[in-house]
């Protein structure tokens, strides 16, 4: 009988700790937590490969590589150059990779799977006031991000529109494949920015932080 009764005050106290909990869980108020945005994307290499929409042998591969993660040696430049035909028009990719994993991993995948966070600008430099065109479809960089104009050139004679377009509605442009028309023989340079705008991407550059700035010499001739 005593083994009976020791059973039973048990189950009697497990039962009371049960009840409690339950309790306790009933009155608890109810929360909810927003997800963290993404960070940005950790990349070594931006590439930029162009093909002649009028001359398929006429192509193209810029290379921008910084492999030290720390950021504290100069990036490898050397390949950075973009000789293009004037008065053409070069359809664009841009391949983003992570080169310090084997093998690489390919940046621009990722980015392409959160394209609604993510918005690339391609300023050409030398350019004129008149020409610096911002707008939410615009590709140019505001000045008081570092673009700077010059009032009697000589300009680089380049003009990059986007041609993909994200799932936002409405859909807003991306930029990792684009248009690249040329005028006339110049010289210059081409800023690179890609924007990391998550749950603010609105077609316009100041949202979020970049998740890369590089540049490339660009001649026309």
């Known amino acids: 009988m005593k083994k009976t009764s020791s059973l039973r005050r048990q189950s009697v106290f497990g039962a009371c700790v049960i009840f409690l909990a339950l309790l306790a ?15 940005n994307e950790f990349l070594t290499t931006v590439e930029l490969k162009l093909t002649n929409t009028a001359d398929a042998n006429d192509t193209q591969t ?3 590589r910084q492999l030290d993660p720390t950021g504290s040696a100069a990036p490898d430049t050397s390949l950075a150059i973009l000789n293009l035909k004037a008065n053409a028009t070069y359809s ?17 995948d990722e980015i392409k799977q959160r394209q609604n966070y993510h ?11 008149s020409n610096l065109v911002i707008s939410n479809t615009s590709t140019d960089i505001p000045a008081n991000d570092g673009t700077v104009t010059s009032a009697t050139g000589p300009y680089l004679n380049l003009v990059v529109s986007r041609t993909d377009q ?5 859909p807003l442009q991306i930029g990792l ?17 890609l924007r990391h705008q998550p749950n603010v991407k609105n077609g316009t550059y100041d949202p979020g932080s970049s998740d890369l700035d590089v540049n490339y010499k660009v001649n026309i001739q």
């Open 25 to 39: 869980g009933c009155n608890k108020k109810e929360s909810t937590g927003t997800p963290a945005p993404p960070s």
């Open 62 to 64: 810029a290379i921008w």
């Open 92 to 108: 664009a990719q841009v391949i983003l990779l992570d080169e310090t994993q084997k093998p690489a991993v390919v940046v621009s």
């Open 119 to 129: 918005l690339f600008f391609f300023q050409p430099t030398p350019i004129s006031a």
């Open 166 to 170: 994200d799932s936002n509605n409405p």
């Open 177 to 193: 494949t684009d248009n690249f028309v040329t005028g006339a023989a110049s010289t210059g340079w081409l800023r690179v920015v």
